[in-house]
C-alpha cells in the first residue's frame, strides 16, 4: 500500500486563487518531497523539507510539516492556468533510501 | 529537461514478450532509481542503484531486473509480459543515496498487447 495519501484528489479553481493539497502518510520518515506532473510527462521536483523541519517557502509555494500529525501540506498561491497539473508528495522513510508516492491531487486552474 | 534521458519513448509488444528499457542519468549523479506508474497502481517504487551496487528495492516482480554499468546508466528488464504490464516506466537520477531530489525522466510508455 502507498505511504503517501493525497488530499483532495481533485481541486478546481479560479485562477488567482490559492490551491491547497494535503498529504498524510503512515510511518516515520527523512523528508517529505513534492513533485509536479504534467499530463503523463515526467515529475517535476517543487520542494524539500526535512524531517526536522515545519515549514519551506520556494517562490508560490508553501509547504508545511507536522510530524506528530504525520502530515503535509502544499499551498500554492495566486495560481496560474500553468500550475494546472497532477501533485504528488512523496515520503523518504527513515530506514529506505526509496520514495514512496502518494495517490496525487489533480489541479485544474479555470483562466 | 532535467538530464536524464530514457529510451524508447514508447514499446508496444505482446505478452511473453521481453524488453529493455535504458536509462541515463544526470551527468555526475550515481543513484539512479526504477518507477512504474500505472492507473490502477498509482506511481510505485521498484528498485534503486548506487554507484553500480542495489540499495534499495521495491515490490519489484521477479520477472523484472536492472542493473548499473560502470559508466553509471542503467537498464531495467521486463520478461514473460503480461498484460498488466503496461504502464509509464520512469528513471530518475540524484547525486547521492537518499536524502536528495531526484530528477525523473520522460519515461518509457509500454503497452504490452
Known amino acids: 500500500s502507498q505511504q503517501g495519501e493525497e488530499d483532495p484528489q481533485a481541486l478546481s479553481i479560479q485562477e488567482g486563487e490559492n490551491a491547497t493539497m494535503n498529504c498524510s502518510y503512515k510511518?516515520?520518515?527523512?523528508?517529505l518531497q513534492w513533485y509536479r506532473q504534467n499530463s503523463g510527462r515526467g515529475l517535476v521536483h517543487l520542494i524539500l523539507i526535512r524531517s526536522n523541519e515545519r515549514e519551506k517557502h520556494s517562490g508560490r509555494l508553501r509547504v508545511t510539516l507536522d510530524t506528530s500529525k504525520k502530515s503535509s501540506s502544499l499551498l500554492i498561491t495566486a495560481s496560474r492556468a500553468a500550475d494546472t497539473a497532477s501533485y504528488f508528495c512523496?515520503?523518504?522513510?527513515?530506514?529506505?533510501?526509496?520514495?514512496?508516492f502518494g495517490s496525487g491531487t489533480r489541479l485544474l486552474v479555470r483562466p | 529537461d532535467s538530464g536524464v534521458t530514457q529510451t524508447p519513448k514508447h514499446l508496444i509488444t505482446a505478452t511473453g514478450q521481453r524488453v529493455t528499457l535504458r536509462c541515463s542519468p544526470r551527468s555526475g549523479d550515481l543513484s539512479v532509481y526504477w518507477y512504474q506508474q500505472s492507473l490502477d497502481q498509482g506511481l510505485q517504487f521498484l528498485i534503486q542503484?548506487?554507484?553500480?551496487?542495489?540499495?534499495a528495492k521495491g515490490n519489484i516482480l521477479e520477472r523484472f531486473s536492472a542493473q548499473q554499468f560502470p559508466d553509471l546508466h542503467s537498464e531495467l528488464n521486463l520478461s514473460s509480459l503480461e498484460l498488466g504490464d503496461s504502464a509509464l516506466y520512469f528513471c530518475a537520477s540524484s547525486g547521492t543515496s537518499g536524502g536528495a531530489q531526484q530528477f525523473f525522466g520522460p519515461g518509457t510508455r509500454l503497452t504490452v498487447l
Open positions: 510511518t516515520s520518515i527523512n523528508n
Open positions: 512523496a515520503t523518504e522513510m527513515d530506514s529506505s533510501y526509496k520514495l514512496i
Open positions: 542503484y548506487y554507484n553500480g551496487e542495489e540499495r
